[in-house]
């Protein structure tokens, strides 16, 4: 099992737009707005880092809105 935490900022005016679109998303477990640098946090659950790599360069950052994202993969210590 892969999982990671993808912050995800958007163009102003469309975070609501691209949450809806990363909470439709197969292994995203859970998404949510914030405030600070970050407009969206965004945890992935998969069985593959090819998978994980699929959904970030594929799917989040090729959902319109999506300026820059920043990925944080969980290791066990």
Known sequence: MVRA???IST???RTAEVYRKIKSI?????????AGP????AQ?????LEK?????????????GVTNTTTLIVIEL
């Open 5 to 7: 935490y993808s912050l």
């Open 26 to 34: 197969d292994g995203v477990k859970l998404a949510e707005t914030v």
């Open 38 to 41: 970050y407009d969206i946090v």
């Open 44 to 48: 992935i659950e998969v069985d593959s």
């Open 52 to 64: 994980l790599t699929k959904i970030i360069f594929g799917e989040i950052r090729g959902a319109p």
């Open 11 to 13: 163009e102003p005016g």
